[in-house]
Protein backbone atom coordinates (compact mmCIF):
# COMPACT_ATOMS: atom_id res chain seq x y z
CA UNK A 1 0.00 0.00 0.00
CA UNK A 2 3.57 2.20 0.61
CA UNK A 3 6.52 2.96 -1.06
CA UNK A 4 9.48 0.83 0.04
CA UNK A 5 10.42 4.45 1.57
CA UNK A 6 7.66 4.89 4.14
CA UNK A 7 7.65 0.98 4.79
CA UNK A 8 11.70 2.25 5.84
CA UNK A 9 10.60 5.39 8.02
CA UNK A 10 7.74 3.58 10.03
CA UNK A 11 9.67 0.82 11.32
CA UNK A 12 12.31 3.34 12.62
CA UNK A 13 9.59 5.01 14.72
CA UNK A 14 9.44 1.76 16.38
CA UNK A 15 12.68 1.94 17.69
CA UNK A 16 12.70 3.22 20.93
CA UNK A 17 16.60 3.78 20.75
CA UNK A 18 15.86 6.28 17.94
CA UNK A 19 12.48 8.06 19.07
CA UNK A 20 11.11 9.42 22.08
CA UNK A 21 8.94 6.27 23.39
CA UNK A 22 4.89 6.44 22.56
CA UNK A 23 2.62 7.83 25.86
CA UNK A 24 1.53 3.90 25.99
CA UNK A 25 5.18 2.63 26.85
CA UNK A 26 5.55 4.49 29.56
CA UNK A 27 5.59 3.74 32.85
CA UNK A 28 2.43 3.50 35.05
CA UNK A 29 2.69 1.49 38.33
CA UNK A 30 -1.17 0.20 37.81
CA UNK A 31 -1.79 0.57 33.96
CA UNK A 32 1.79 -0.27 32.65
CA UNK A 33 4.25 -1.80 35.57
CA UNK A 34 6.47 -3.08 32.72
CA UNK A 35 6.68 -0.02 31.14
CA UNK A 36 9.54 2.52 29.99
CA UNK A 37 10.70 4.85 32.82
CA UNK A 38 12.81 7.42 30.58
CA UNK A 39 15.93 8.95 31.41
CA UNK A 40 16.13 11.25 28.39
CA UNK A 41 15.46 14.60 29.72
CA UNK A 42 16.44 16.29 33.00
CA UNK A 43 13.62 16.68 35.89
CA UNK A 44 13.37 20.40 37.17
CA UNK A 45 11.15 20.24 40.53
CA UNK A 46 10.90 24.17 40.44
CA UNK A 47 9.89 24.00 36.82
CA UNK A 48 5.95 24.48 37.40
CA UNK A 49 3.65 21.29 36.23
CA UNK A 50 1.98 22.73 33.19
CA UNK A 51 5.67 23.64 31.95
CA UNK A 52 6.45 19.71 32.21
CA UNK A 53 5.12 19.20 28.25
CA UNK A 54 7.50 17.88 26.72
CA UNK A 55 6.63 14.27 25.77
CA UNK A 56 3.81 16.30 23.76
CA UNK A 57 5.94 18.82 22.54
CA UNK A 58 5.99 17.74 18.89
CA UNK A 59 3.75 18.86 16.17
CA UNK A 60 1.14 16.38 16.90
CA UNK A 61 0.89 17.00 20.27
CA UNK A 62 -3.00 16.46 22.06
CA UNK A 63 -3.16 19.95 22.52
CA UNK A 64 -3.07 20.54 18.50
CA UNK A 65 -5.11 17.68 17.22
CA UNK A 66 -7.66 17.60 19.93
CA UNK A 67 -8.83 20.76 19.11
CA UNK A 68 -8.24 20.68 15.18
CA UNK A 69 -10.38 17.14 15.04
CA UNK A 70 -13.37 19.37 16.57
CA UNK A 71 -12.92 21.97 13.87
CA UNK A 72 -12.93 19.63 11.33
CA UNK A 73 -16.31 17.99 13.10
CA UNK A 74 -17.37 20.93 13.43
CA UNK A 75 -16.84 22.42 9.88
CA UNK A 76 -16.15 19.30 7.28
CA UNK A 77 -19.37 17.22 8.31
CA UNK A 78 -17.50 14.07 8.25
CA UNK A 79 -19.98 10.77 8.42
CA UNK A 80 -18.10 9.39 11.22
CA UNK A 81 -16.46 11.72 13.64
CA UNK A 82 -12.60 12.63 13.01
CA UNK A 83 -10.44 11.71 16.15
CA UNK A 84 -7.18 13.28 17.13
CA UNK A 85 -5.69 9.76 16.28
CA UNK A 86 -6.53 10.45 12.80
CA UNK A 87 -4.69 13.59 11.93
CA UNK A 88 -0.77 13.96 11.16
CA UNK A 89 0.50 17.74 11.28
CA UNK A 90 3.89 18.93 9.08
CA UNK A 91 4.93 22.07 8.06
CA UNK A 92 1.89 23.23 5.52
CA UNK A 93 0.30 21.76 2.82
CA UNK A 94 3.01 21.99 0.79
CA UNK A 95 5.19 19.49 2.99
CA UNK A 96 2.50 17.21 3.17
CA UNK A 97 2.50 17.04 -0.60
CA UNK A 98 6.23 16.48 -0.60
CA UNK A 99 5.98 13.58 2.45
CA UNK A 100 3.02 12.15 0.71
CA UNK A 101 4.64 11.78 -2.64
CA UNK A 102 7.51 9.59 -0.94
CA UNK A 103 5.23 7.64 1.13
CA UNK A 104 2.70 6.70 -2.00
CA UNK A 105 5.01 6.58 -4.78
CA UNK A 106 8.57 4.82 -5.79
CA UNK A 107 10.59 7.57 -7.88
CA UNK A 108 9.19 7.65 -11.57
CA UNK A 109 5.87 7.10 -10.11
CA UNK A 110 3.22 9.05 -10.87
CA UNK A 111 0.21 11.52 -9.42
CA UNK A 112 -3.17 12.20 -11.60
CA UNK A 113 -4.74 15.44 -11.75
CA UNK A 114 -6.86 17.43 -13.81
CA UNK A 115 -5.85 20.30 -15.81
CA UNK A 116 -6.13 23.50 -14.82
CA UNK A 117 -4.41 23.15 -11.29
CA UNK A 118 -2.83 24.20 -9.19
CA UNK A 119 0.88 24.54 -10.46
CA UNK A 120 3.16 24.61 -8.01
CA UNK A 121 2.23 20.36 -7.81
CA UNK A 122 4.72 19.97 -10.13
CA UNK A 123 7.42 21.19 -7.75
CA UNK A 124 5.81 19.98 -4.60
CA UNK A 125 5.51 16.28 -5.64
CA UNK A 126 8.28 16.36 -8.11
CA UNK A 127 11.12 18.06 -6.79
CA UNK A 128 12.39 16.03 -4.26
CA UNK A 129 10.43 12.76 -4.36
CA UNK A 130 11.08 12.07 -8.40
CA UNK A 131 7.40 11.49 -9.00
CA UNK A 132 5.47 12.57 -12.42
CA UNK A 133 2.18 14.76 -11.59
CA UNK A 134 0.33 13.38 -14.85
CA UNK A 135 -2.84 15.20 -16.76
CA UNK A 136 -5.98 14.16 -17.46
CA UNK A 137 -7.62 16.36 -20.46
CA UNK A 138 -11.34 17.00 -19.01
CA UNK A 139 -12.61 20.40 -19.64
CA UNK A 140 -12.69 23.08 -17.28
CA UNK A 141 -15.85 22.89 -16.61
CA UNK A 142 -16.08 18.83 -17.38
CA UNK A 143 -13.97 18.32 -14.54
CA UNK A 144 -16.53 18.64 -11.94
CA UNK A 145 -19.35 16.13 -13.55
CA UNK A 146 -20.40 12.83 -13.19
CA UNK A 147 -18.39 11.01 -16.68
CA UNK A 148 -14.91 12.76 -15.90
CA UNK A 149 -13.82 9.46 -14.78
CA UNK A 150 -12.81 8.02 -18.53
CA UNK A 151 -10.62 11.22 -18.73
CA UNK A 152 -8.32 10.04 -15.66
CA UNK A 153 -8.69 6.74 -17.06
CA UNK A 154 -7.18 7.85 -20.40
CA UNK A 155 -4.67 9.32 -18.30
CA UNK A 156 -3.70 6.67 -16.28
CA UNK A 157 -3.47 4.13 -20.09
CA UNK A 158 -1.40 6.21 -21.56
CA UNK A 159 1.02 6.50 -18.52
CA UNK A 160 0.62 2.62 -18.05
CA UNK A 161 1.95 2.33 -21.80
CA UNK A 162 4.81 4.56 -21.65
CA UNK A 163 5.90 2.01 -18.20
CA UNK A 164 4.64 4.91 -15.29
CA UNK A 165 2.80 3.62 -12.69
CA UNK A 166 -0.01 5.89 -11.28
CA UNK A 167 -0.39 5.85 -7.58
CA UNK A 168 -2.96 8.78 -6.66
CA UNK A 169 -5.54 11.07 -7.82
CA UNK A 170 -5.73 14.34 -6.39
CA UNK A 171 -8.28 17.05 -6.50
CA UNK A 172 -8.31 20.55 -5.28
CA UNK A 173 -11.81 21.17 -3.66
CA UNK A 174 -13.18 23.68 -3.30
CA UNK A 175 -10.91 24.44 -7.16
CA UNK A 176 -7.88 26.41 -7.24
CA UNK A 177 -8.07 28.14 -10.03
CA UNK A 178 -11.22 27.78 -10.63
CA UNK A 179 -13.15 28.55 -7.85
CA UNK A 180 -15.71 25.87 -7.83
CA UNK A 181 -16.67 23.27 -6.01
CA UNK A 182 -17.26 19.50 -6.70
CA UNK A 183 -20.55 18.10 -6.58
CA UNK A 184 -20.57 14.70 -4.05
CA UNK A 185 -21.62 12.56 -6.74
CA UNK A 186 -18.77 13.55 -8.84
CA UNK A 187 -16.51 13.07 -5.44
CA UNK A 188 -18.20 9.31 -5.09
CA UNK A 189 -17.19 8.19 -9.24
CA UNK A 190 -13.80 9.39 -8.55
CA UNK A 191 -13.15 7.67 -5.40
CA UNK A 192 -14.68 4.41 -7.15
CA UNK A 193 -12.28 4.84 -10.09
CA UNK A 194 -9.85 5.09 -8.03
CA UNK A 195 -10.94 1.74 -6.23
CA UNK A 196 -11.05 0.00 -9.43
CA UNK A 197 -6.89 0.97 -10.34
CA UNK A 198 -6.07 0.45 -6.50
CA UNK A 199 -4.63 4.22 -6.07
CA UNK A 200 -5.14 6.93 -3.08
CA UNK A 201 -7.57 9.58 -3.64
CA UNK A 202 -6.13 12.74 -2.41
CA UNK A 203 -8.53 15.92 -1.76
CA UNK A 204 -6.84 18.78 -1.33
CA UNK A 205 -9.37 20.98 1.08
CA UNK A 206 -7.32 24.22 2.04
CA UNK A 207 -9.92 26.56 0.47
CA UNK A 208 -12.69 24.42 2.08
CA UNK A 209 -14.39 27.57 4.60
CA UNK A 210 -13.46 30.48 1.77
CA UNK A 211 -16.48 29.88 0.15
CA UNK A 212 -19.29 32.61 -0.10
CA UNK A 213 -22.57 32.28 -1.72
CA UNK A 214 -21.79 33.86 -5.72
CA UNK A 215 -25.71 34.28 -6.42
CA UNK A 216 -25.09 31.88 -9.00
CA UNK A 217 -28.16 29.79 -10.10
CA UNK A 218 -27.32 26.33 -9.29
CA UNK A 219 -23.58 27.03 -7.90
CA UNK A 220 -22.59 23.52 -5.88
CA UNK A 221 -22.07 24.40 -2.07
CA UNK A 222 -18.70 22.78 -0.44
CA UNK A 223 -18.69 19.15 0.47
CA UNK A 224 -15.86 17.45 1.80
CA UNK A 225 -14.54 13.79 0.85
CA UNK A 226 -14.54 13.44 4.26
CA UNK A 227 -18.39 13.51 4.54
CA UNK A 228 -18.90 11.18 2.12
CA UNK A 229 -19.64 7.33 3.53
CA UNK A 230 -16.65 5.64 1.04
CA UNK A 231 -18.76 2.17 1.60
CA UNK A 232 -18.82 -0.07 -1.28
CA UNK A 233 -16.68 3.16 -2.86
CA UNK A 234 -13.55 2.83 -1.64
CA UNK A 235 -11.39 1.41 1.41
CA UNK A 236 -11.02 4.25 3.96
CA UNK A 237 -7.41 3.55 4.31
CA UNK A 238 -6.93 5.23 0.71
CA UNK A 239 -8.52 8.49 1.47
CA UNK A 240 -6.56 11.54 2.44
CA UNK A 241 -7.54 15.15 3.11
CA UNK A 242 -4.94 17.58 3.69
CA UNK A 243 -5.80 21.29 5.32
CA UNK A 244 -4.24 24.13 6.55
CA UNK A 245 -4.13 28.05 7.80
CA UNK A 246 -3.10 30.16 4.84
CA UNK A 247 -6.27 30.63 3.00
CA UNK A 248 -9.25 30.60 5.74
CA UNK A 249 -6.95 32.05 8.28
CA UNK A 250 -5.32 34.63 5.91
CA UNK A 251 -2.39 33.53 7.80
CA UNK A 252 0.30 32.29 4.77
CA UNK A 253 3.25 32.38 7.45
CA UNK A 254 1.46 30.34 9.78
CA UNK A 255 3.42 26.66 8.24
CA UNK A 256 0.72 23.89 9.77
CA UNK A 257 -0.99 21.65 7.64
CA UNK A 258 -2.93 18.87 8.79
CA UNK A 259 -3.36 15.50 6.76
CA UNK A 260 -6.51 14.19 7.95
CA UNK A 261 -6.15 10.04 7.24
CA UNK A 262 -7.99 6.62 8.90
CA UNK A 263 -4.63 5.19 7.44
CA UNK A 264 -2.10 4.47 10.69
CA UNK A 265 0.17 3.85 8.09
CA UNK A 266 0.46 6.70 6.53
CA UNK A 267 0.40 8.83 9.54
CA UNK A 268 3.07 7.04 11.48
CA UNK A 269 4.94 8.12 7.62
CA UNK A 270 4.30 11.57 8.20
CA UNK A 271 5.67 11.91 11.60
CA UNK A 272 9.42 11.63 11.04
CA UNK A 273 9.21 14.10 8.11
CA UNK A 274 7.36 16.70 9.54
Given at each position: ???????????M?????????S??????????????????????????????????????S???????????????????????S????????????????????????A?????P???????????????????????????F???????????????????????????????????????????R???????????H??????????????????????T???????????????????????????A??L??G??????E??R????P??
Open positions: MVSRRAAKITSVSEPWRFPPESALYDREKNPNGIISFGTAENIRIPKCAFTYAYSSPCPTLTGPMSEYINMHFKPYAPVLPHIAVAGGVTALNDVLSFILAEPGDILVNRTYGRFEVDFCSRADVKTVYAEAEPLEAKVGVAKKYEEALLREEKKGVRVRALIIVNPHNPLGRCYPPETIELMSFCHERKIFISDEIYALSVFDSGEPGAIPFSALSIDPAGLLDEKYIHVTYGMAKDFSPGKLFLITRNQIRGVGAR
